[in-house]
Structures are given as C-alpha cells and as structure tokens.
C-alpha cells in the first residue's frame, strides 16, 4: 500500500473543494495539497450544466474553474478519478479504492451530495439519467435533439431549468412533481402559478400532483406510468428530484452527522483536525439564528473558502449569508437568506409575478427575500435581513428597488 503524507486533505472535486485551496494558499503558500476528487474532469462550475450551457452563453471549455496550470502553481497534487473510501482518525489516514492511503496533517471533507434516486419499478434503467454531473450533460446533451421528446421528473430548481432548457431546445417537455404547482415549496402561491401558466405557454406539459409509478424500456425509448394512470413516451428521462448530503465517508471516521456533517462556526467537524464545507456541510448561520444545510454556488464558494483558511489557521468564524439564483425561461432571480413559501411572505410588485421583490417574514421580522427580475441589490436584501428588526408591510413597499 502506497502512502503520501500531506499537510492538507481535500476530499471532493467541486467548488467548495476548489476554493479551499485558495483559502489555503491566503494563509500557507508552502504546505503540501492533495485534492482527491472521484469525477474524472478537473473541478467545474456545476450551474452551467442546467443554464448557460443549454442556451449557448458558455461552452464546456468555460465552466472548468481553473485549468492545470493553476493546480501546477500552487504546488498541488491531483487524484482525478480516485475515491476516498475510509479515514482513520487516529492515524490520520484517508484510503482510497485503489489501495493507496494519504496521510493528513488538515483534512477538509467536501464531498457534496448524491442524487436522490427514484426507488419504483424501473428507477435504475440504463439511460435514466438522475442529473448532477458534466457526464450527465454531456450524455443529455448528445440525446436532446430537437424534435425529441423528454419526461421531467421534479418540480423543483433542477427540474424546472432543465425543462426549460430542454424546451428552448425544441424538444417536447412533459414535468411530473407532486406538488400542486411548479416550485411550490419557494414560490408564493399565485408566483408558483403564474410561473408554471408561463411553462405551459411555452409548450411544457404538466403533470402536477402526481409521480411516475413505472419505468419501462420501448426499444430505445422509455414508457413512464404515472400513479394517476397516465402514459408518456420519450427519448429521454430526468431525474431532479434533490440530492442528499454525501456522508458516508464522514461515518467511517464516526463524525457527527445530522442533516449532513455537523460542523461548528469554524467549520471543524466534531474532530477538530477534520474540517467540511459546501452541500454536505450543517452550520450553524449566525444571520439565521439555527444551523441549515445550504445546497447552493454561493455557499460552496465562499464556505469552501473559509474552510481552507482556517486549516491554514485562520481561526475566523464563517457568518456569510450566501445567496442562489436561477433562470426560468424570461424569469430570472436571486434570493439570499431563508426562502420558504411556508412562511408569511410580503410581495413588492412592480411588475406583477414578472419583476419585483418578495419578502419571507418571521414575527414581523425578514428571514429571507428573493429578488425577481431585480438585480444589483443582493446587498441591501442582506442587510436587512442582518438589521434582524421588526418592519411593517407598509415600511417594505420600496424598500428595494
């Protein structure tokens, strides 16, 4: 068995674990780096794969965040294609599945999350394809012809920017979630509304309120049954059903796990040695006043950042409040903070259900706010989330603008 020692682990090829290595670098210009990610590609963007890609504003040239010369610069060692299967804490060990073990002296774990899989009859067909990656892109890509057909199933944000994509593509999109509406667990309830009535002018076919029950092969074609008996036929089938915090290695070093890998303010996880960041990661946000999981660009960026950092021995505290964003169709926004249509929210219209500000309240208080086609004020959305104090209905109206 091969072993390497190095000052710092990184476990996970995406984002967070991308910007932690130049969260090191800030602090350590000299210490040893390994980045062990199972994906084959050097780290990429991953908001492209269901955006920019499928409307012809970026090529998959674009959307790697750096290129080898950058790893070659800051002295750092790549394992592409590896997967790191088990850590030995007391030894500080991680091993992967080709035999070889990595001494660490920092270990951060930003091993992301999995698609959720669909666990009815047919949910594991070769072809159904459980969207996460650039592979599922590319091999998305390469079926989705125009004048194809392709069943969507989710209602969420990858459901919905994939069925968007797919029908600016020119094939022909059926969605099946079983919500009554089109991302109604974030959309008020006349938005999430006015946005699906939006999908089904653009020629989007809706099943809400119901799930598939069956998947079956028709030559090269996939028949999908619903629960409520409807049929549909397509050259492609999607999952974006959401996707759960990959944690599996942080079990076998017996970390704390909840709704992913419990870490403190610092990002140390319950071993002081082992840091995580990005989709797996539960911290505890001090805007919020509660710990969350945040499956979002913003927070893998800047939380992977901060990770980096303080194995490096920054020893500063992460209390960002990230934002996300997505594009649907002529429907664009940005929100930062708690966004949940189950809290009382406040609409600030300038134009109705197209462009304007929504704001997500607790006792008076603003918890989250979303930005519709309202850009450059992410900022002020922030900071009154951060003022944390009571305001009216009537004191919102204009706030933002």
């Known amino acids: 068995m091969a072993r390497d020692n190095y000052n710092f682990v990184i476990v996970g090829g ?8 130049e969260g090191i670098r800030e602090m350590n210009t000299a210490g040893s780096i390994l980045l062990i990610s199972k994906e084959d590609s050097l780290p990429y963007d991953r908001p492209p794969l269901t955006k920019k890609l499928w409307f012809g504003k970026k090529h ?26 088990r850590i030995d804490p007391s030894r500080k060990i991680v091993a992967d599945n080709t035999g070889n073990a990595y001494h660490y002296d920092k270990l951060l774990l930003a091993t992301g999350g ?9 949910g594991a067909l070769d072809g159904i394809c459980y969207y996460r990656t650039l592979d599922d892109y590319e091999a998305t890509r390469t079926r989705a012809a125009h004048g194809k057909s392709a069943v969507i199933i989710g209602g969420g944000f990858i459901g919905s920017e994939m069925a968007a994509a797919l029908c600016v593509n020119g094939l022909e999109v059926t969605m099946i979630f079983p919500e009554d509406s089109l991302c109604q667990l974030v959309f008020p309830a006349t938005l999430s509304l006015a946005v699906q009535a939006h999908f089904i002018e ?31 036929t397509s050259d492609i089938v999607i ?14 070093a017996q970390l704390e796990i909840k709704n992913g890998i419990v870490v403190n303010e610092y990002l140390q996880t319950s071993n002081s040695d082992i840091y995580a960041a ?8 001090k805007a919020l006043g509660k710990r969350v999981r945040m499956e979002h660009w913003d927070n893998a960026l800047n939380q992977g950042k901060q990770a980096g950092r303080n194995m490096a021995g920054a020893a500063k505290p992460y209390d960002y409040l990230p934002y996300f964003f997505s594009d649907l169709f002529e429907f664009g926004y940005e929100a930062v903070g708690e966004v949940d249509a189950r809290l009382k929210t406040v609409t ?14 607790i006792e008076d208080r603003i918890r989250g706010v979303m930005l519709c086609n309202v850009w450059g004020k992410l900022d002020m959305a922030r900071e009154l989330i951060l003022k944390n104090a009571s305001i009216s209905e009537a004191q919102l109206c ?3 603008r």
């Open 14 to 21: 995406g984002l967070a674990g991308d910007s932690a290595i």
């Open 60 to 85: 998959v040239d674009d959307i790697f965040l750096h290129d080898l010369a950058f790893y070659y610069a800051h002295h750092l060692d790549l394992k592409l294609g590896i997967t790191a299967m």
């Open 114 to 122: 999995e698609p959720r899989r669909l666990t009815i009859p047919g």
């Open 202 to 232: 653009r020629g989007v076919r809706i099943l809400a309120g119901d799930k598939p029950a069956l998947f079956s092969r028709q030559g090269q074609r996939f028949l999908t049954r619903t629960e409520k008996g409807v049929e549909i």
């Open 239 to 252: 999952a974006g059903i959401g996707i759960q915090p990959e944690t599996a290695l942080a079990a076998t």
């Open 278 to 285: 990005g989709d797996n990661a539960f911290f505890p946000s």
């Open 348 to 361: 600030d219209w300038q134009e109705e259900n197209r462009k304007g500000v929504i704001y997500y309240l």
């Open 398 to 400: 204009g706030t933002i």
